[in-house]
Each structure stands twice: as C-alpha cells, then as structure tokens.
Nanobody, 123 residues
Framework: QVQLVESGGGLVQAGGSLRRSCAAS????????MGWFRQPPGKEREFVAA????????YYADSVKGRFTISRDNGKNTVYLQMNNLKPEDTAVYYC????????????????WGQGTQVTVSS
C-alpha cells in the first residue's frame, strides 16, 4: 500500500510560479509511474503530467506543456511539479497519483492518490 502526501500549494498571482511536492511511502517508489492531476472548480479531474517509472520519460497535457515540469527523485521517494507562468485557468485542486504499471493519463488507471491541495492563481 502506497501513501502519498502532498505539499506546496497556495495562492499566487498570474505569471508566478509554484512547486508542488509529493512524498511516497509504503512501496517501492522507483517501480511506480507517477502522475499529477487537477480538478478545477465545477469540473472533472484531468490529467496534467506523468513520469515513467524506469526511463523517467515525461508526458504533459497540452494545456501545461512548456510551462509545467514533472520530475522525480527516487532517492527521496518524491515527485515534483514545477509550475511556471501560472494562469487563472490553472486554479484547481492538484493531486499526485501512482500506478504500478506503465504510463497512463486516465484517472481510473491510477491506484493511489494524494489528499489534494488547492492552487489558486489570481489575475
């Protein structure tokens, strides 16, 4: 059983940056594909970014490509989401997630979830 604990959310002005962290425990972190999702107000949860368990290859939603960077530190059992040039439409509750198989972009493909943290971008 993998537990995921997130940190680093908050309030930022448009154009600013935030760094999200997600620490994992209870499993072999390096064997998990890690993902970030978000749920804007009144909308469904959506894919943001993912990073492969073995190669570290990254994947991004078109809406964040070029602005967000996902990375992982297997020695610290932590995955990060660096968010730059934030826009008001990035406002959402952000979740990290883990799955034991290959890359995936659907919510139902991930087995483990963090508690979610609010990110608010003011205009």
């Amino acid at each position: 059983q993998v537990q995921l604990v997130e940190s680093g959310g908050g309030l930022v002005q448009a154009g600013g940056s935030l760094r999200r962290s997600c620490a994992a425990s209870g499993g072999a972190f390096s064997s998990y594909t890690m993902g970030w999702f978000r749920q804007p107000p009144g909308k469904e949860r959506e894919f943001v970014a993912a990073i492969r368990r073995l190669t570290g290859t990254t994947y991004y939603a078109d809406s964040v490509k070029g602005r967000f960077t996902i990375s992982r530190d297997n020695g610290k059992n932590t995955v990060y989401l660096q968010m730059n040039n934030l826009k008001p439409e990035d406002t959402a509750v952000y979740y990290c997630a883990a799955r034991s198989n290959g890359i995936a972009t659907k919510v139902f493909d991930y087995n483990y979830w963090g508690q979610g943290t609010q990110v608010t971008v003011s205009s």
